[in-house]
């Protein structure tokens, strides 16, 4: 399946704004309508929210393959990586991974999770140590190029 390449932000804003509860389709029609006042009751601190209305306007099939969850990030600092790990997959850190410096280790997601994941995440970061646990996979998420060292 062909994932859209996506900038962190406009994915951390559809992922907060689903986290709220809304739908894909409440979300499309937000954005549709330029609702800024439903945007920034999902914002939650967020900033200018204009910026993803405007980007929606110039290439809604992007963000429509976002809000769809067909998506890949472009880049990952790790406080990014660990954000959008909290709300796409709600995992914690120290609850549900453990921060090692350049490995978030000891991840542990449903098998459809791990595929996502797999999927989505940006290409400065790599998966390791891969281990089915029943319907599980437990793994380790590297900076790219770290591997060997």
């Not at 704004?17 to 809304?22: D, F």
């Not at 990014?80 to 978030?104: C, N, P, Q, S, V």
Request: aromatic share 10%; proline share 3%.
């Amino acid at each position: 399946m062909e994932r859209t390449k996506i900038p962190l932000n406009y994915a951390i804003m559809i992922e907060q704004i689903r986290n709220q509860g809304y739908f894909n389709r409440e979300i499309l029609k937000a954005l549709q309508k330029r609702d800024k006042i439903f945007l920034a009751n999902c914002g939650r601190g967020m900033p200018d929210w204009d910026t993803l209305i405007n980007y929606y306007q110039s290439n809604p099939q992007k963000i429509e393959q976002v809000i769809a969850g067909k998506y890949e990030i472009v880049f990952f600092t790790k406080g990014t990586l660990k954000k959008w790990l909290r709300l796409k997959f709600h995992l914690a850190e120290r609850i549900d991974y453990m921060d090692a410096g350049i490995i978030l280790m000891n991840i542990l997601l449903p098998n459809e999770d791990f595929i996502l994941l797999k999927n989505m995440l940006a290409k400065n970061w790599e998966i390791s140590n891969i281990e089915k646990v029943d319907n599980q996979v437990k793994f380790n998420i590297v900076l790219a190029n770290k591997l060997e060292q």
